[in-house]
């Protein structure tokens, strides 16, 4: 299952996944996304939290990367992922990830520590 909000005020996307994702949640959640995208300005940064991620179907790393490429088309700045305690999930979500200069990764342990992580870059003008 996939959640996602875009709360238009902090110009932030947040993903978040739990359990295990398939193939029908991946292509549900790349339209929530595409959705989400109009109401964000370029320059907006995503918090991914995979701290409740179990694992994704193989046929699900495709749409993941098609995800990634919509970001990057959209103007995404910072990428944070939330890990938690979830390390096959993410190592097996890492494989997915495109190694693009655009999209660079952060991780944290919470989502406190991604606002956290967030808000000091707003505050320090650092990107």
């Keep these: 299952m996939v959640k996602v909000k875009a709360p238009v005020s902090k110009n932030r996307l947040y ?8 193939l029908n949640d991946s292509i549900e959640a790349k339209m929530n996304i595409e959705n989400s995208l109009h109401s964000l300005m370029p320059g907006f940064d995503v918090i991914n939290d995979l701290s409740k991620f179990i694992r994704a179907d193989d046929s699900a790393g ?3 990367k098609e995800i990634i490429i919509l970001l990057i088309q959209n103007g995404v700045n910072k990428i944070v992922r939330v ?3 979830s390390k096959a ?6 494989n997915n990830t495109l190694r693009l ?3 660079q990764v952060f991780y944290v342990p919470t989502l406190e520590d991604a606002e956290t992580y967030l808000n000091n ?3 320090t003008g650092n990107n």
């Design 62 to 64: 495709t749409v993941l």
């Design 15 to 22: 993903i978040t996944i739990l359990g295990t994702l398939t």
């Design 121 to 123: 870059k707003e505050k």
């Design 83 to 85: 890990v938690g305690a």
């Design 101 to 103: 200069e655009q999209y």
């Design 89 to 94: 999930g993410l190592i097996q979500f890492a």
